[in-house]
């Protein structure tokens, strides 16, 4: 099986005002709810994007509702971390 290691870059809360902090179910809360907009940039070993694509946005969030990801967040923002399954 295919496997895609993405590295994904958000922004939770005000940009400007945002927590250091979150409790873990929390982040999931918020990260259940991510909108495209959300995500400053998203990027493998060989791509980089600021406007990720759909079809990836939605195996992103698959991997969000299956709680398949590691995070680190400073100051409002939240660097993710993910293997995304590219076949079926």
């Known amino acids: 099986m295919k496997k895609l290691k993405l590295h994904v870059e958000t922004i939770i809360g005000d940009r400007?005002?945002?927590?250091?902090?979150?409790?873990?179910?929390?982040?999931?809360?918020?990260?259940?709810n991510i909108q495209?907009?959300?995500?400053?940039?998203?990027?493998?070993?060989?791509?980089?994007?600021?406007?990720?694509?759909?079809?990836?946005?939605?195996?992103?969030?698959i991997n969000i509702q299956n709680k398949n990801y590691e995070y680190t967040m400073v100051k409002g923002r939240l660097w993710l971390e993910?293997?995304?399954?590219?076949e079926p």
Do not use: C, G, R
């Not at 400007?16 to 990260?31: F, G, P, V």
């Not at 791509?47 to 992103?60: A, C, K, M, S, T």
């Open 16 to 32: 400007y005002n945002s927590a250091d902090s979150l409790a873990e179910n929390e982040i999931h809360e918020w990260l259940l």
């Open 82 to 86: 993910m293997e995304i399954s590219l």
């Open 36 to 61: 495209k907009h959300d995500i400053l940039k998203a990027e493998t070993k060989d791509d980089y994007w600021e406007d990720i694509p759909q079809v990836l946005f939605e195996l992103f969030k």
